[in-house]
Structure formats: C-alpha cells, structure tokens
C-alpha cells in the first residue's frame, strides 16, 4: 500500500512538472517568433554592412582612423553573448566552449599575438562561467535585458572603441550563437576590430561562399565629400550594427534551444507518466491478486 502511495505521488509530480515544461514551451515559442523575425529582417543589412566595411576598409589607406590601426600590444578583448536564464539545453555551454578554444588557439598559434585574453560579458551564464574559469571580466552589462535596442547598445560600443582606441587591446572579437534554424545554432567566434580585409573569412563562414567570390562581389565606391569625413561617421556605426545583430541571432538562438529543450522535457515527462501509470497499475493488480489468494486460503482453512 505504502509503494503505491509513493508512486501516486511521483505520478502527480511529473504531471505538474510537465504542465511547467509545456507552459515554458509555449512562451518561449512565442519568442522565438519574434526573435526570429526581427534577426532575419536585419540580417541581410547587417552582412551587406559588413562587405562594405571589408571593401572599404581594404581600399581607404590614406586615412589612419584608429579603428582601423592595429596596435602592438598582445592583448585581445572579446565580447562575450550567452542568455540570462538557463533550461536552453548546450547553448550556452557550446559558445563558451568556441570561446575557450578560440582563445587557447590564439595562444597556442604563434603567428597570432595574444598573450592575454579578457572578456566582457552580455549575459549572466557567460559571466558566471568566466568567473569560475578564473578569466578576467572587464565589464558585464547582463542587466541589460531582453529589449536590447540598437539605440541602448552604445554603452557596450563605447567602451569597446574606447579600449580599442587607447590600445589597451591589439584585437576585439565577439562570440555568439548564429541562429541557423529552430534545430540548429551554430557557436561563432569574429573579430570586429580592426577592420581589414579578414572580415571575409567571416562572410566565407556565414554565408557559405568562396572567398574569391566575395572579393568578386565588391564593388568599387565613390567617397564624397571625403574619406575622413565618411569614415567618421560610417565605421562606428557599422560596426555597432555588427555587434547589435550578433545579440539579435544569439537571443533568437536562446528561444528556439529553450522551446526545443522544454518540448523534450514535456515529451519525457509524458512518457515517464506512462511508465509510472503502468508501473502502479501492475503493482495495484498484484495486490488485489494477493488479498484475492489470502481470502481463498482463509476460507479454505476453515472449511478444514
């Protein structure tokens, strides 16, 4: 009586465990809508952006803008994407671990200076991770939320173009999870800064082309008034959009592996339910078949 009493209760506890899972499911697909729509509208921008930057970047020399310098100290940054909140299956654990072996790469490569690695974190996983790797957080800007907007972003941008420009650090990266589809993320390690014509080895990755066809697809651009004047103005900005739409793909990437992680666990909780339900009713009709048996051999006890 007792181990059916206990697995009455197990059976009531995943049941309210899988109403939570599919709850979570239901959110985190209405999400993940959004985040998707708004990642992709942006998307094609924020390439198309980013081949500019490649071509001008290549082709103006004559002016030194200092995000385009490149300084001796073998020192990188990397902004580092997670998500806030957990339940997201591996997300979180496949970028660090892009991260880290992008970094022991860098530091393992001698062809690559980069002695040291700090980071800046958007995200608390991410930020909670490093801190028990032991790695050095410059900044976290977690509390920012989950309406991040292009407008709200300058505080990250700020300060990577100040270190940058102070040449505390000789490169900046940013590693995020590029959101492929509901199914599949993919970890992504790039370097914002400095611009040179290395942008394309992301565009090759990304976009899955050759990189002699993206050097194809450059076009030749006429600068007016003049070139301080444009990259003043244009190079900040398009590297911000870079960095505003690495966090678009990466949320969109934490809602689709949550809705996916919590159908699962809404789909196993079932299916424990029925292991449970089979299980009691095996062990009910077992003793009901017992007290049947003691019955008969109590009557036929007296009958003797």
């Known amino acids: 009586m007792a181990k059916d009493l206990d697995i009455r ?10 109403s939570i899972t599919k709850a979570m499911q239901m959110v985190s697909a209405s999400k993940m809508r959004k985040a998707q729509e708004q990642a992709l509208k942006t998307r094609n921008y924020a390439l198309k952006s980013l081949e500019i930057l490649a071509t001008i970047s290549g082709k103006i020399t004559d002016y030194p803008h200092y995000l385009l310098a490149r300084p001796e100290k073998k020192r990188c940054l990397m902004l580092l994407i997670t998500s806030n909140k957990g339940l997201c299956g591996s997300l979180n654990a496949n970028v660090m671990r892009k991260a880290f072996d992008f970094v022991e790469f860098m530091k393992s490569n001698k062809g690559v200076e980069a002695e040291e690695v700090d980071f800046v974190t958007l995200g608390k996983k991410g930020r909670d991770m490093l801190f028990r790797a032991g790695k050095k957080v410059i900044a976290d800007f977690s509390d920012l939320g989950e309406s991040l907007s292009v407008l709200n972003i300058g505080a990250i941008t700020k300060l990577i173009f100040g270190e940058f420009q102070t040449q505390n650090y000789s490169r900046i990266y940013i590693a995020y999870s590029h959101f492929v589809s509901v199914l599949s993320q993919k970890p992504v390690v790039k370097r914002l800064l400095p611009l040179d014509k290395g942008i394309l080895e992301y565009l090759e990755e990304v976009l899955n082309k050759k990189k002699e066809d993206l050097q194809r697809d450059s076009y030749e651009y006429l600068v007016e008034p003049n070139p301080k004047e444009l990259l003043e103005d244009l190079l900040p900005r398009l590297v ?43 062990a009910r009709q077992a003793g009901i078949t017992q007290e049947i048996s003691e019955i008969v051999g109590g009557v036929e006890a007296l009958k003797k």
């Open 9 to 18: 209760r197990r059976i009531k506890s995943v049941k309210s465990t899988r």
């Open 240 to 282: 911000e959009i870079q960095i505003f739409q690495s966090y678009l793909e990466g949320y969109a990437s934490e809602q689709s592996a949550r809705m996916v992680a919590m159908k699962n666990a809404t789909e196993a909780a079932g299916d424990l339910i029925e292991d449970l339900t089979l299980t009691y009713n095996k």
